[in-house]
Each structure stands twice: as C-alpha cells, then as structure tokens.
C-alpha cells in the first residue's frame, strides 16, 4: 500500500473511532437521564422537636439525602414493620459510609399525647434506629398534622386514641429539598428500592 493511501486509511479509521466514542458518550447521557428520579413536587418545611434535644428543619438539613417517615410507635403493624425495613437499608448505607454523612432519616410521630420523648426513645432503640443519622421528631398534634397535610397523609384520630392513615406516608427528598419519590409502607415497601434509589440521588450531588 502506497503511503498516501495509508494516511487516508489512518485517518478514516482515526474517524470511525472517534465517532463510536461520540455515539457512545450520547448513549451514555441519555441512559443515565433516563434513570434520574423525577421530581414529585418541592417538599414542604416542617421545624419539630428531636426527642434528643433542640430543634430540626427539613431545609436545616439540605444538602443531604433525606427518607421521611410518618409514624407513630403505638402502631400495630405497618408502622413498625416500615421501620424495621429502613433499619435494614441503613445497615446498607452504612456500608457505603453514606449514612449520617450523605444521608440522613427523619422520622416523624403524629401522636404527641402517647409519644413522649422516653417512648420514642425507647421505640428507637428496640427498632435499632442509629440516631446519629436518624432523627425522631414529634411536635404538637396540631403541628404534626399541619406537616402531614402539606405531605398529603391522610390521618384520622379514633376515639381510642389510636390513629387511622395512610400507607403511602415514606418520601424520598433530595439535596436540594425536591420530593423524587413516594413509597407504600409495610409489607408493600421493597427495601432494595428504596436503597437503589437513594445510591441514585446520592450519586447527583
């Protein structure tokens, strides 16, 4: 082959690769768009009593990954079985060293009158919440139910005290306080879900 031909040969071929990377590059943009979280809606501020002292804000908090839980620890079934799930994908995120880092869990009880500082306390420690990345929140009955009407739960008081509500009450906030995603509790919350898409906002920051 002579010379020139070589260098058109070369050249042709330098294209052709350069091309395939372009091509891959757009593949590659485009898949990840496609498996960003949608934005839901701006989440709502709330400004409640940590069981361990002081004050907590949502947007005090931004920067961070957020799971929100609505609960209350007298709850015989969906509340604690929830709980129990996100105890596991903290175990999880603890292994990437995201929780308490990147990463943190609010849990809000809507019963002030049963839910005192000591029961949530107690609540925690047998549900195996690390409050050095998890934080129990309460408030008065009318600021809690302020905060999950802004939230779209649905709460109603029975005459015995307990509470009736919804099942989707578990929200994913981003960084930057964004709702990207909403979960049913209990036995319909799939923890390798809820895991994959926190490793995904996390992952945006």
């Not at 947007?59 to 709850?75: D, I, P, Q, S, T």
């Not at 995201?98 to 009880?109: D, P, R």
Request: aromatic share 10%.
């Amino acid at each position: 082959m002579d010379p020139a031909r070589k260098r058109r040969v070369g050249v042709f071929s330098t294209l052709i690769l350069v091309l395939l990377a372009l091509a891959g590059g757009s593949w590659w943009y485009w898949h990840s768009e496609q498996q960003k979280l949608p934005t839901v809606m701006p989440a709502p501020d709330f400004t409640l009593q940590n069981i361990d002292g002081g004050q907590t804000s949502l947007y005090g908090e931004r920067g961070k990954v957020r799971l929100v839980e609505f609960f209350f620890a007298n709850c015989p079934d969906i509340c604690p079985l929830t709980t129990s799930n996100m105890a596991n994908v903290q175990d999880q995120l603890k292994q990437k060293d995201l929780f308490g880092k990147q990463v943190e869990f609010l849990s809000i009880s809507f019963d002030p009158e049963r839910d005192t500082d000591q029961v949530l306390r107690e609540y925690a420690d047998r549900m195996r919440m690390d409050r050095s990345g998890w934080k129990v929140l309460r408030g008065t009955e009318a600021q809690t139910s302020q905060v999950a009407d802004a939230y779209g739960v649905y709460l109603e008081k029975q005459a015995d005290g307990s509470w009736v509500h919804s099942t989707r009450s578990l929200y994913l906030v981003d960084a930057d306080n964004q709702i990207r995603k909403v979960y049913n509790m209990g036995d319909e919350m799939s923890t390798d879900e809820v895991y994959r898409d926190i490793l995904k906002l996390a992952r945006e920051k």
